[in-house]
């Protein structure tokens, strides 16, 4: 089955469809999935020419890596809503695989720490590595606080699928419970809880997750994202790519289509109405409902005309809310198997400055080539996945991720993409031996085997992904994102509705949720009670 086409190569298009979606990320494809299946006409435009968003994987010189997935939490607990999710959206051919006792691996420094699956397990092996009585105590209080904290999150989200005449009578209290939590920041949460620094380090050691660092993240961000790999860590088998391949077998069966190389320009608005889009070639689609997963200043700032009044004060709300930082992707691929090379599956979080992760942060930022990384991330996707022998026999292949500031490639911007001139290329080796640098540190044996790597930088970013200035995850985390109540499916345009991760929270986990509040906003139905019913 030919799961997508080119807009590029005159596709056979229909003058109108029920809904139109911008870009084909997790958010786009999950909401696709429910509306075709309720008999809505979709056609899902993609920029890129490959599908999939920060799922899709790129392919170099026989080796292919995810350039947005590394792991994903509760998805192989086949109880739990995201597998019965995934199940609903994907069926039987998107599996999972279990990456084991212990998913992330922390190094601050010399010393290294580890997460183990399971709550009581993690909670256990955690207080294995903090022996203290009064580490014991804040281990507890913390465990304590990541749930009462994300016990309130369902209220949270499921309020921004409401329509606003509900919304006006319970949004509030519905919203409360988590914004207490949320209006904190991690710092604050965690160091009313306890004083032990390194504690706290190893805690928040997964920010890089969402992004932000303690003092300036959210709670509510963090919480969400500890709860999430609680139970461990899962890759989807086959690399991120079969989450596409999955899904879009769905769409298209239902009679909806997926084209790629197909960039939207202009969201049409007549009369205060979404009704189309235009294409970059000029041409124009109609809809009756137009959905963007583009990303909120996106969507905003460049996909809709600056005369439309009924925005003004919107788009004033919305520049108050910053993109968050950009990154740097180094990947490396081997002529060896994982086996052979003796990879594991746990991912390595190193922090080569100390406990302070803010500080480091700091630093790095002020002066990225004086200052060391403040985060190093290590994942082994070949050693994930059980099938990439199978698709690559004989090879293996790392990827590390680190933060940039956005515009540490500013005086490139104007250049194209494999053109950017020497001195880019010459400044992306010096960062990306600096990665290898610490990479060899922890796999010594693959010092000498490294058959290829290539480093993105927040220009690919902006190439590839649209994202304007190259960030990682969207907007930022931070208290005032979660006090930001126009992050939902409506708009103040009418038949104009957002989805993706800046309307619920970075990560596979809520770009799949916001794909279904997008959905269930549309047809007013409650999706999630649907699926757990089903
Ligand atoms: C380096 C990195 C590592 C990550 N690792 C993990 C991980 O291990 N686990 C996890 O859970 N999450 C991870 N994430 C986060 C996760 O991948 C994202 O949060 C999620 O995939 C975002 O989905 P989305 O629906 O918001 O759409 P996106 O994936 O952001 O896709 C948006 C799409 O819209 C398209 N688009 C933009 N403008 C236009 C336009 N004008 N016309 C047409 N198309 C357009 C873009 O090309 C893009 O394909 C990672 C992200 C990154 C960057």
Same mark, same amino acid.
């Given at each position: 089955m030919k799961l997508y086409g080119s807009y590029k190569q005159n596709p056979l298009l229909e003058d109108k469809y029920d809904v139109i979606l911008i870009g084909s990320g997790l958010g786009c494809l999950t909401a696709a999935v429910f509306l075709s299946e309720q008999g809505k006409k979709v056609l899902i435009l993609e920029?890129?020419?490959?599908? #999939? #968003?920060?799922t899709h994987t790129y392919t170099r010189n026989d080796y292919e890596w995810d350039v947005g997935v590394h792991y994903i939490g509760e998805v192989h607990r086949p109880q739990s809503i995201m597998a019965k999710l995934f199940h609903y959206i994907a069926g039987d051919e998107l599996q999972w695989a279990d990456m084991g006792e212990i998913f992330d691996r922390i190094v601050i420094q010399d010393r290294e720490y580890s997460l183990h699956k399971g709550k009581a397990n993690y909670i256990e092996q955690l207080k294995r590595q903090f022996p203290l009585e009064e580490d014991h105590i804040a281990i507890d209080k913390y465990i304590q606080a990541v749930f009462d904290c994300t016990k309130t999150a369902n209220n949270f989200f499921a309020e921004k699928a409401m329509p606003n005449y509900i919304s006006m009578f319970v949004g509030n209290s519905m919203r409360s419970g988590f914004l207490k939590h949320a209006q904190k920041t991690t710092l604050e949460v965690l160091q009313e809880i306890t004083d032990n620094k390194e504690l706290i380090a190893v805690l928040t050691a997964q920010y890089g997750d969402y992004g932000l660092p303690p003092s300036k993240s959210s709670f509510a961000i963090h919480a969400t994202v500890v709860k999430h790999y609680l139970s461990g860590g899962a890759y989807p088998v086959g690399g991120s790519a079969s989450i596409f391949n999955s899904i879009a077998k769905k769409i298209i069966d239902k009679g909806g289509k997926v084209l790629v190389s197909a960039a939207v320009e202009q969201i049409l608005i007549h009369k205060g109405k979404a009704v189309g889009v235009r294409m970059k070639d000029g041409k124009t689609i109609s809809a009756n409902i137009v959905i963007s997963g583009a990303g909120l200043h996106n969507t905003f700032k460049k996909l809709i005309s600056d005369d439309e009044l009924k925005l003004q004060s919107f788009k004033k709300q919305i520049s108050n809310l910053k993109s968050s930082y950009g990154h740097l992707s180094l990947y490396i691929g081997l002529k060896y198997t994982a086996d052979e090379l003796g990879l594991n599956k746990a991912n390595i979080w190193y922090y080569p400055n100390g406990n302070d992760h803010d500080q480091a942060v700091q630093n790095f930022m002020s002066n990225p080539m004086e200052n060391e990384f403040p985060v190093v991330y290590i994942s082994f996707p070949s050693a994930k996945d059980p099938k990439f022998s199978e698709r690559y026999p004989g090879r293996a292949t790392i990827e590390i991720v680190s933060v940039i500031p956005n515009d540490f490639f500013e005086q490139w911007n104007d250049t194209r993409w494999k053109k950017r001139g020497e001195d880019y290329e010459d400044l992306k080796e010096v960062l990306a031996q600096r990665l290898l640098k610490h990479l060899y540190r922890f796999v010594p044996q693959i010092e000498g085997k490294v058959d290829f790597y290539e480093l993105s930088t927040p220009l690919t970013t902006k190439h590839f992904a649209n994202y304007q200035r190259g960030e990682v995850y969207g907007l930022d985390h931070t208290p005032e994102r979660f006090e930001s109540k126009f992050l939902k499916p409506s708009t103040p345009i009418s038949q104009l509705y957002l989805t993706g991760q800046d309307i619920v929270s970075v990560g596979i986990g809520g770009a799949l949720m916001s794909g279904v509040l997008t959905a269930s906003a549309i047809l007013n139905t409650n999706l999630v009670e649907k699926v757990m019913k089903s």
């Amino acid at each position: 089955m030919k799961l997508y086409g080119s807009y590029k190569q005159n596709p056979l298009l229909e003058d109108k469809y029920d809904v139109i979606l911008i870009g084909s990320g997790l958010g786009c494809l999950t909401a696709a999935v429910f509306l075709s299946e309720q008999g809505k006409k979709v056609l899902i435009l993609e920029k890129h020419y490959t599908p #999939g #968003g920060f799922t899709h994987t790129y392919t170099r010189n026989d080796y292919e890596w995810d350039v947005g997935v590394h792991y994903i939490g509760e998805v192989h607990r086949p109880q739990s809503i995201m597998a019965k999710l995934f199940h609903y959206i994907a069926g039987d051919e998107l599996q999972w695989a279990d990456m084991g006792e212990i998913f992330d691996r922390i190094v601050i420094q010399d010393r290294e720490y580890s997460l183990h699956k399971g709550k009581a397990n993690y909670i256990e092996q955690l207080k294995r590595q903090f022996p203290l009585e009064e580490d014991h105590i804040a281990i507890d209080k913390y465990i304590q606080a990541v749930f009462d904290c994300t016990k309130t999150a369902n209220n949270f989200f499921a309020e921004k699928a409401m329509p606003n005449y509900i919304s006006m009578f319970v949004g509030n209290s519905m919203r409360s419970g988590f914004l207490k939590h949320a209006q904190k920041t991690t710092l604050e949460v965690l160091q009313e809880i306890t004083d032990n620094k390194e504690l706290i380090a190893v805690l928040t050691a997964q920010y890089g997750d969402y992004g932000l660092p303690p003092s300036k993240s959210s709670f509510a961000i963090h919480a969400t994202v500890v709860k999430h790999y609680l139970s461990g860590g899962a890759y989807p088998v086959g690399g991120s790519a079969s989450i596409f391949n999955s899904i879009a077998k769905k769409i298209i069966d239902k009679g909806g289509k997926v084209l790629v190389s197909a960039a939207v320009e202009q969201i049409l608005i007549h009369k205060g109405k979404a009704v189309g889009v235009r294409m970059k070639d000029g041409k124009t689609i109609s809809a009756n409902i137009v959905i963007s997963g583009a990303g909120l200043h996106n969507t905003f700032k460049k996909l809709i005309s600056d005369d439309e009044l009924k925005l003004q004060s919107f788009k004033k709300q919305i520049s108050n809310l910053k993109s968050s930082y950009g990154h740097l992707s180094l990947y490396i691929g081997l002529k060896y198997t994982a086996d052979e090379l003796g990879l594991n599956k746990a991912n390595i979080w190193y922090y080569p400055n100390g406990n302070d992760h803010d500080q480091a942060v700091q630093n790095f930022m002020s002066n990225p080539m004086e200052n060391e990384f403040p985060v190093v991330y290590i994942s082994f996707p070949s050693a994930k996945d059980p099938k990439f022998s199978e698709r690559y026999p004989g090879r293996a292949t790392i990827e590390i991720v680190s933060v940039i500031p956005n515009d540490f490639f500013e005086q490139w911007n104007d250049t194209r993409w494999k053109k950017r001139g020497e001195d880019y290329e010459d400044l992306k080796e010096v960062l990306a031996q600096r990665l290898l640098k610490h990479l060899y540190r922890f796999v010594p044996q693959i010092e000498g085997k490294v058959d290829f790597y290539e480093l993105s930088t927040p220009l690919t970013t902006k190439h590839f992904a649209n994202y304007q200035r190259g960030e990682v995850y969207g907007l930022d985390h931070t208290p005032e994102r979660f006090e930001s109540k126009f992050l939902k499916p409506s708009t103040p345009i009418s038949q104009l509705y957002l989805t993706g991760q800046d309307i619920v929270s970075v990560g596979i986990g809520g770009a799949l949720m916001s794909g279904v509040l997008t959905a269930s906003a549309i047809l007013n139905t409650n999706l999630v009670e649907k699926v757990m019913k089903s």
